[in-house]
């Protein structure tokens, strides 16, 4: 896979979920046979989905409603929610905003700084209800939050960024230790993005009971074009699985579960993830898309209003179905955008998988989308 | 051709129709020399064409006049056909149909019954007019209806779904034993669609006159955004021949035909499908085109109408010319969609053979289509 | 460069001329020092261009304008000028037509005889002209007119089919004995279009002095669609290039010129087409673009008017530069549409190259356009 | 990385920016802790950022401002600023010209003499600012006016042509013997474009201080349609790197600065060609972008206005930030275009980096934007 580039300069091919597709094999199965359910520490989910923390995918009310539904919603903990004691204005705001002024107003909305009480508050909402609670920090201010995110009783606590390193440098700031902070937590933490097998097996050496595979990718994101890094997202999945069994191996079976965390915009590309290796996906605009989804018509993540070096964008998303039509259908749209869970039930039938976990292991080739 | 994809993931490049194209040779020919007739079973036509059982390209009309232009047509017998007495003004309804509600009411009229005596009927009809017979019906509805079929006596029995196998596994449902069935049948059977050179194998063990290839392909399918599958035609095509060929040698003489199934939009399509090594081709939208098919202008398949999960697209097509001009011209325009046959006698005289399987070695170079 | 598309089934991978670029090496020369010129058996030329044998690039004034500026204008013999005393008016008429049913008046126009007289006729003016008269017929044609045009006094013929073989079989009509009519010939004879090593080996064989490389190709073609056949330029430029010094070899020095024909739409692609070891161009829709050519404002091929079986199309051009500043400059746009010869020679120049046979092993690089 | 194009023929595949991305590893970085600076010569700048010697771009102005930010403005020493007392009415008349006649007017506009005597007031202008003075000539005006360019004072200076060579070859002219010219310099001199290992390292040989890869490329060019040159900026500067290795080895321990220049158009481009080994890089229209850019919301090269061949474009490019936001935010788009220091630097931290030698040993992956 190592192609020269240059005198003295080579590297990897790396490839995209658009550039591969899953065959069918000799056996097919019954549909009704198919189980979805994966599990992540003492927790079990009917739908290996996971709504990604963004203020335009998870509101408390959207989480509690996934978590009825079998998907575990992250709350941005760093978002609109914990911001402001009324953010719905807020959100109707800039579903309004016209493009040429959006990323101005939202850098000016997201200054308003982060009120540990609503925190607290924001998560017994969602326990309340009697679903899992997950909330998500950045990794910039984790040290800062989370205990107040812990005292409040998240079940599933979440470090998200758009790269997470077991090892920071900084000679201004103390950087987080995050295998000593996820030894003293008793909350089992997910974390990411990361995108190569060593960067992984550092963060699974850490004791997080997930990683999220990816780099702020997704519809949102133009950090290709700001920053020049691009996280392929098969070819990403694909090596972090193989972390997941290294590590399993040199711990002696502990297993990390992998997550893919950008560019999964259809049922297809769920279809894809897992079949490249991953045990969920964290879904962003294709949960934005609902017409209950918070973001109102629209879809943006934290990069879209960074105050200085705004690398993503708020995103117009067509709304024509409910939350519960975008997962279990009846689909009344043909594109691969809603009936998910339906969708990868016949993926895994007509291929002839009985669980995820098999299903990880599906035929795949290479044929680029036109 | 295998290709690391990640670390522990693997996949083969596959290619599609519009990823290759044939070239000329040393040696010319008269285009009236050409043969493109074929025989399977029994039967012998002029063309290497079946019309594909979709509601838009075969009625029991368009299936006599078909047959008498040497095409045999394949009636759906799950389509509009079997569950209206008069199907035309529904037929008429679906191409008046605004884009944004047609799924939807091709959910509901797709939801009537199937009826027995109907099948009888439509197929009784064909045969009167003295041409070939056939219908399909898809794996799931075989065992119910295939008495009446069989009875009706239809000449060719064609069993079509997206994914076909020698293996179906379920839990709830008596899957159809189809070496057992095909065994059992005095009708010889075309079954699939198959995309690997393994599923082919096996289906041509169950007794299978010809398997088709293919996955649902074609213009008026989403099954890749949505499903995540996908059968790039070129590939499929050659690795199912590549299996006639072995299962020839393992039967000791036992000839399946294989027929391209989806992917074929125009006469260089044709073509290419058999130069990868298809007998036969069978075509959808490029029927539906002719201003005397039953779609009206429109183009759909079963997938379009499923209840829960469609994945096709009632697709709009341009019609200018009649179902004789599309297969023998005269073409009035020049982008491969009139005088199929035409273009097909002149390729093959342009490349100096004579006759179909003659033409399946014909030199192939991959060069995209930009 | 074998690549196995399926099982049982191999293609090369084939370029284009968009698939290539020519990169400058340590030496740079002045552009004044640089050489275009050419010969082919008697006749010097000081570009290495020919211009196309169609209506819409040749007529008898403009083969006498462009012999005038040192480039071979091949007036099409079985066009317009040789079915019609005055074939201005319907020039024009073609240019009017709108775009639906240019095909069908242009199969009604072509479908007018050839006439012997006016074959002759052509000839004549170009010759009292004073400039080198070249004139094509169709390989189907050759047999009925050649003596017509010889006796005429042509000074070069050009056998232009889609596709010329050295062995052409046919049962029902006497195929043309390429090798004994060249050699009863006085006159040399260049003759394609061919593809590949083994057709072009052929081709040299019958002692013709010059191959045209192609297939029809170029912008007012469809063949690839309609046919399924394709000749990826760059690739069969160098494959026959490769047969002109294999020919050499076993003939004792018998050089016969390659010339590519189609696909070269801009200055940059004739620099391309002779890197790849051309010794000519010949030019199309390039000199079509001119004011002065005669296809007012449109371009069209002898497929377009085909009348079964029409593969090509009336396309519209821009024209604003003459037939001298296309050809010579001054550019005044951007594009490669213009001043093509001071393009080809400041691309030599840069190169370090004094002369087109030295200019021919320039380094390429493989870098699709985007 | 060599591919046979045809018998006989060639090619290395070679990568552009846009195939190309970084890849974060498992360290990250403070931004604070990163070090952007680079020294040349006697100069240290803040930013690997060089103004290009265009008149959309650097103006005597400009350059003052630059200079004050740490970039290296070059002036065109044969632009407007030479040929006029004052420019500024003509930069806005081309401002305003419309896309038919722009570049007409603007051959008329540059075919005015250079006059000495502003050469050396432009440069007076510049030095008296106090910040570094750069000023470039083409290789073909290098001997006529370098003496007055010296004596002005001059810090650096840049010789830059679509391509120099080490070699140049003229029958009529007397060559610039670049190594002579060079060595009797007491101005460190900085040369190219170049795009290959070996005529880099032949340049190199002449005693420069520093060369420019690239030719004539970037988004003003259309270089490659009408010369068929094109040189994909990703190997180019690998390719170049490599020279700059070599020639260290040879001459016992120069280093010459590679300076890429061409297909920069976004701060993910800048991160990518210091990513395969440049020191700096040369922006165009990624300046002419701001609102205080002198060309006044257009960008054009020397190419543009070429007397009889011009192969480049006047642009229309987007305003809405000044340079400082260009350069160091706040961005208030996501585009790539604001900040591009500050991406630069993100960039190198979330990839664990703390200076630029060491940031060209950053992992790439090869995967083609869609």
Same mark, same amino acid.
């Given at each position: 896979?190592?192609?020269?580039? @240059?005198?003295?300069?080579?590297?990897?091919?790396?490839?995209?979920?658009?550039? !591969?597709?899953?065959?069918?094999?000799?056996?097919?199965?019954?549909?009704?046979? +198919?189980?979805?359910?994966?599990?992540i520490?003492?927790?079990?989910?009917? %739908?290996?989905?996971?709504?990604?923390?963004?203020?335009?995918?998870?509101?408390?009310?959207?989480?509690?409603?996934?978590?009825?539904?079998?998907?575990?919603?992250?709350?941005?903990?760093?978002?609109?929610?914990?911001?402001?004691e009324?953010?719905?204005?807020?959100?109707?705001?800039?579903?309004?905003l016209?493009?040429?002024?959006?990323?101005?107003?939202?850098?000016?909305?997201?200054?308003?700084?982060?009120?540990?009480?609503?925190?607290?508050?924001?998560?017994?909402?969602?326990?309340?209800?009697?679903? +899992?609670?997950?909330?998500a920090?950045?990794?910039?201010?984790?040290?800062?939050?989370?205990?107040? !995110?812990?005292?409040?009783?998240?079940?599933?606590?979440?470090?998200?960024?758009?790269?997470?390193?077991?090892?920071?440098?900084?000679?201004?700031?103390?950087?987080?230790?995050?295998?000593?902070f996820?030894?003293?937590?008793d909350?089992?933490?997910?974390?990411?993005?990361?995108?190569?097998?060593?960067?992984?097996?550092?963060?699974?050496? %850490?004791?997080?009971?997930? +990683?999220?595979?990816?780099?702020?990718?997704?519809?949102?994101?133009?950090?290709?074009?700001?920053?020049?890094?691009?996280?392929?997202?098969?070819?990403? !999945?694909?090596?972090?699985?193989?972390?997941?069994?290294?590590?399993?191996?040199?711990?002696?079976?502990?297993?990390?579960?992998?997550?893919?965390? @950008?560019?999964?915009g259809?049922?297809?590309?769920?279809?894809?993830?897992?079949?490249?290796?991953?045990?969920?996906?964290?879904?962003?605009?294709?949960?934005?898309?609902?017409?209950?989804?918070? @973001?109102?018509?629209?879809?943006?993540?934290?990069?879209?209003?960074?105050?200085?070096?705004?690398?993503?964008?708020?995103?117009a998303?067509?709304?024509?179905?409910?939350?519960?039509?975008?997962?279990?259908?009846?689909?009344? %749209?043909?594109?691969?955008?809603t009936?998910?869970?339906?969708?990868?039930?016949?993926?895994?039938?007509?291929?002839?998988?009985?669980?995820?976990?098999?299903?990880?292991?599906?035929?795949?080739?290479?044929?680029?989308?036109?």
């Amino acid at each position: 896979m190592e192609i020269e580039l @240059g005198r003295g300069k080579r590297g990897r091919r790396a490839y995209t979920f658009d550039d !591969v597709a899953i065959v069918p094999t000799r056996r097919t199965r019954n549909p009704a046979d +198919v189980s979805t359910s994966w599990t992540i520490d003492a927790f079990t989910f009917e %739908t290996p989905i996971l709504g990604a923390p963004m203020d335009s995918v998870v509101s408390p009310q959207t989480a509690i409603e996934l978590g009825r539904m079998g998907v575990l919603g992250v709350l941005d903990l760093e978002g609109l929610w914990t911001r402001y004691e009324d953010p719905e204005p807020l959100l109707a705001e800039i579903a309004s905003l016209p493009a040429e002024s959006a990323t101005q107003r939202m850098q000016a909305l997201y200054a308003e700084p982060i009120k540990p009480g609503l925190i607290s508050q924001r998560i017994a909402e969602i326990r309340a209800a009697g679903v +899992v609670a997950a909330g998500a920090l950045s990794p910039q201010r984790t040290a800062e939050h989370y205990e107040t !995110v812990v005292n409040a009783g998240v079940d599933l606590f979440v470090i998200r960024g758009t790269t997470v390193s077991a090892e920071h440098v900084s000679s201004s700031e103390d950087a987080l230790n995050l295998k000593q902070f996820i030894y003293d937590l008793d909350v089992p933490v997910i974390v990411g993005g990361v995108g190569t097998h060593k960067a992984a097996l550092h963060l699974m050496r %850490t004791g997080a009971a997930g +990683v999220l595979v990816g780099f702020g990718g997704g519809a949102a994101s133009t950090t290709r074009s700001a920053l020049g890094i691009h996280t392929p997202m098969a070819t990403a !999945v694909a090596d972090v699985s193989a972390a997941r069994r290294d590590y399993m191996d040199e711990s002696g079976g502990r297993y990390v579960h992998v997550i893919a965390d @950008g560019g999964v915009g259809t049922s297809g590309d769920i279809v894809k993830a897992i079949a490249m290796g991953a045990d969920a996906v964290m879904l962003g605009v294709s949960l934005a898309r609902a017409t209950d989804a918070p @973001g109102g018509g629209f879809h943006w993540g934290q990069e879209a209003h960074h105050a200085t070096l705004p690398r993503g964008r708020r995103v117009a998303v067509d709304q024509s179905s409910t939350l519960e039509e975008v997962l279990f259908g009846p689909a009344t %749209t043909a594109d691969g955008t809603t009936n998910l869970m339906g969708a990868l039930r016949k993926s895994m039938a007509t291929t002839g998988y009985s669980d995820l976990k098999e299903f990880q292991r599906v035929d795949v080739v290479v044929s680029p989308y036109e």
